[in-house]
């Protein structure tokens, strides 16, 4: 395939939005064009509704929907983690079926990993799945689960062999949410929002054809996942527009144009060009600009911000150069950049940095502040990313735990 240089990509995505965004476009029309157009997520194979094109072919698609002041494509747990790992993993008929709701927007999904036992030793999951004719049934509780509230659709990782050892045993299933035996509870973050949740599954169902890339083989599928995760975590983050896809959030049918710039479910989990400007905004109108501390903490996050970008450069860019843990190095550097940020800020604003929803440039880093210990948490937390690094990239001794082989039912359970 003859690539376009990235000139082309964005005067093409230029004259393609002129001809398209209108103000009064719905949310559903406007992601089925970027979806129809390729656009919704170019770096994804043709076969599964992408482009094919390379990360930053793909980055200058999004920077030019963002730069153009059109609402960006649907975003969520659907674009970045299921879409990829599906087009991966899938039969033709699941890529079919499940990946083009997921780039149009209609279908919002969720990620139904963690447990209350099993968060960093994710392979030790006791969540089961029986076989029931072409069914399996599912029992367990999952938690931690962002946007189950309003997903349609999960990536679901269940126990299938309790005698095989626990990496071996665990199969990837693709589950409707909306279903007598599955329960939602929103839990309140401090941030006072309720981005995620705790999930009971109490005889949910799921067809046998809903398994991903094998009985059994689940570990392989949800490493795929966590490898886009991670990726994604740590270069932006800015997987959220502030219109949820999906058919239960009730987005699809607004007027697209008053989604734009507004704010989305996670703001604060990534430094972005627009805090760099805001905090030397805050420097300026309080007088002090000049104040060497200030000067220091805002150079200090402008290094984080380009650091950022030139490891997202690199991992898309200088394929020859990568070690495989690029992600994991970039989810690490994300959760301390978001610390450099918010303590920034926090030096400018005094005491009002702890006033509740006040407008503007403090309401963001006001935000920024009560969600900063989430990123060194989610996506794997920031110690255990250490962990890979130190294993896969540095070659360090692994850590001691019973022998690979041992089955699942006869390791100490949490
Ligand atoms: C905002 C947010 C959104 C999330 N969304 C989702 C979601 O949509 N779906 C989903 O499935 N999960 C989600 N998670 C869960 C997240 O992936 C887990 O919280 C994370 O993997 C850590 O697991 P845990 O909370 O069980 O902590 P634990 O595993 O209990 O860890 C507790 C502490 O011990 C440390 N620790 C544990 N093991 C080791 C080790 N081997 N070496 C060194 N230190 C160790 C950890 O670093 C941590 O500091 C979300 C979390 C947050 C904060």
Known sequence: ????????????????????????????????RLAAAGYASPALPVHAGGLGWPGDLAATVLATLA??????????????????????????????????????????????????????????LQTRAERDGDEWVITGQKVWTSTAQTADMAMLIARTDADAPKHKGITYFLIDMVQPGIEVRPLREMTGRAVFNEVFLDGARVPHANILGGFNEGWKVTNTTLGFER??????????????????????????ASFVGAKGPITGGAVGRRHLHALTELARKSGRVNDPLVRQAIARVHTDYEILRFMGWKAKMLPHQRTGVEGNLAK???????????DAANLLLGPEGQLWESDGVAGMFQEMTLFSPAPPIYAGSDQVQRNVIGERALGLPKEPGPAADTPFRELPKN
């Open 67 to 124: 730069r153009s002041n059109v609402l960006g494509p649907p975003g969520g747990l659907g674009l970045l983690l299921a879409a990829p790992t599906i087009a991966t993993h899938g039969t033709p008929e699941q890529v079919q079926q499940y990946v083009r709701p997921i780039l149009d927007g209609t279908a919002g999904w969720c990620q139904l990993f963690s447990e209350p036992q099993a968060g960093s030793d994710l392979a030790g």
């Open 231 to 256: 990726a994604g975590v740590g270069h932006g983050g800015a997987t959220f527009t502030a219109a949820l896809p999906g058919s239960r959030a009730g987005d699809l049918d607004k007027a697209a």
């Open 332 to 342: 690490v550097f994300n959760s301390s950049a978001v610390a450099n940020a918010r």
């Open 1 to 32: 395939m003859t690539l376009p240089s990235k000139q082309e990509v964005q005067t093409q995505a230029e004259a393609w939005i002129a001809e398209n965004w209108t103000p009064e476009i719905t949310v559903r029309e406007w992601w089925a």
